[in-house]
């Protein structure tokens, strides 16, 4: 293959799709991006927009020149603070190793797009594709406004319910499965916190460090966000099953994500909680119920001719209990995006396609065996169990040895990746 400039198309202008926009369109490549939502342009005050950056994101941001921005949007903080959650008493305090950065997901969507299209990326909204044919020279794709453009490539980083998904052979009728998991999203301004003397110094006490709960069944990670004077709560019940603990079931829909509007039951599931987190619930007037889905391992990412490739949860949606979702498609852009740009080693695109697989797919699953590890251990209903976890957290040692959801050696192998330098890496060994 020639290193001349690609044409590239990217369906879903999220975090994924637009961290590859601006790290292809920095490289000299012709890129577009489609977004089915119409605006970026939010006051930053919905429910549950709170996002977790360890550094093996944030490095890969910063490769792109956007250190400066980001931390313009941050809360950075270093430790991990564990809480009983009867009495609010402190369990331990977790040293992490390098922190981790606190933000709101639209400042961090609008800082995305500034970057891309100051790397003269084209970003469309409230646009959708229609269809798409590969073929052997490139990819058409029709839009919703009835353009029809040809790319070199299509990157799919459209989200679980990805419609690129539904191009590629073996892995189109592949759905996304319900688990008993749900996190309710709660974001409270910090006027309602300072009405109650405990709510208040949790208030205080979540600008550093971020806080965690676990309490038979349910866990809860929080923290302040003080560009946005609000306290951010990720309230995960996993033992929600179909909702009945709530007093009403719910069906299997599609809509994962939507407002919840019983707040009597929700205040009554999770009333056992110290008087911090009841004060604050009863101030809450939105909630947001996310019900947890994953994606069953796809036997592929790409189309047979490896122009269609997908990443971040169109790949490998997994449940967020380990704070990594938006770094893993983050990690997949980057690599994704050096492999293109070094396409002329490749002999043609499949090549491209199964490099960044085998790449991406062992750190996915490693990912995986956090995730289901901590899903096992926050589901116990037996308090007691719970603490002898708690107890080990930020232990050093073997996993497997101390029984903690949180090490040294769990925070190295997060922290210590460098997706961007594992593709160059990659990369040069073929140029030898």
Not at 404 to 421: F, L, M, V
Not at 423 to 428: D, F, I, K, S
């Given at each position: 293959m020639s290193n001349e400039k690609l044409t590239v198309l990217i369906i879903g202008g999220g975090i994924g799709g637009l961290v590859a926009a601006i790290s292809l369109a920095q490289d000299g490549h012709d890129v577009t991006v489609i977004e089915h939502k119409s605006r970026y342009d939010s006051d930053g005050g919905e429910s549950g927009q709170g996002l977790c950056l360890t550094v093996n994101a944030t490095k890969c941001l910063f490769a792109l020149g956007l250190e400066e921005d980001f931390l313009s949007i941050a809360d950075v903080g270093q430790d991990l603070q564990i809480r009983n959650f009867q009495d609010g008493s402190s369990v331990r305090r977790v040293k992490t190793l390098n922190g981790h950065s606190m933000v709101h997901r639209s400042d961090l969507l609008r800082l995305l797009v500034r970057h891309a299209t100051r790397a003269d990326a084209k970003i469309h909204i409230n646009q959708r594709c229609l269809g798409m044919i590969e073929h052997e020279s490139g990819v058409g794709v029709m839009l919703q406004d009835g353009r029809v453009i040809q790319a070199d490539v299509v990157i799919g980083a459209d989200g679980i319910h990805s419609e690129t998904r539904g191009y590629i052979e073996g892995v189109k009728s592949i759905e996304p499965v319900l688990t008993e998991h749900c996190t309710f999203l709660v974001d409270v301004p910090k006027v309602a916190m300072e009405k109650h003397e405990a709510s208040e110094q949790l208030y205080e006490c979540g600008r550093d460090p971020f806080q965690f709960w676990m309490a038979p069944e349910r866990s809860i990670v929080a923290w302040t966000m003080t560009r946005h004077d609000r306290y951010h709560l990720q309230m995960n019940d996993h033992k929600y099953g179909n909702g009945s603990a709530y007093g009403a079931e719910q069906g299997n829909s599609k809509s994962l994500i939507a407002g919840y509007e019983n707040l009597e039951a929700f205040r009554k599931r999770w009333s056992d909680f110290e008087p911090a987190v009841t004060e604050l619930l009863g101030e809450t007037t939105t909630v947001t119920r996310w019900r947890i889905a994953e994606l069953p391992d796809l036997p592929t990412w790409s189309s047979s001719g490896g122009r269609i490739i997908l990443l971040g949860d169109a790949a490998h949606a997994v449940p967020p209990y380990a704070g990594q979702g938006a770094a893993m498609a983050i990690e997949d852009a980057s690599v994704l995006s050096v492999l293109l740009s070094n396409s002329e080693v490749f002999s043609e695109f499949g090549a491209v396609a199964k490099a960044y697989e085998k790449l991406r797919r062992p750190r996915i699953e490693g990912f995986r065996h956090i995730i289901n590890d901590n899903m096992r251990r926050w589901s116990r209903t037996d308090a007691a169990a719970q603490q002898s976890i708690l107890n080990a957290s930020g232990s050093a040692g073997a996993d497997d040895v101390t029984?903690?959801?949180?090490?040294?050696?769990?925070?190295?192998?997060?922290?210590?990746?460098?997706?961007?330098?594992?593709?160059?890496?990659?990369?040069?060994e073929l140029r030898k």
């Open positions: 029984g903690a959801w949180a090490t040294e050696k769990r925070y190295h192998w997060i922290d210590d990746y460098y997706a961007r330098g594992t593709a160059l890496e990659h990369v040069a």
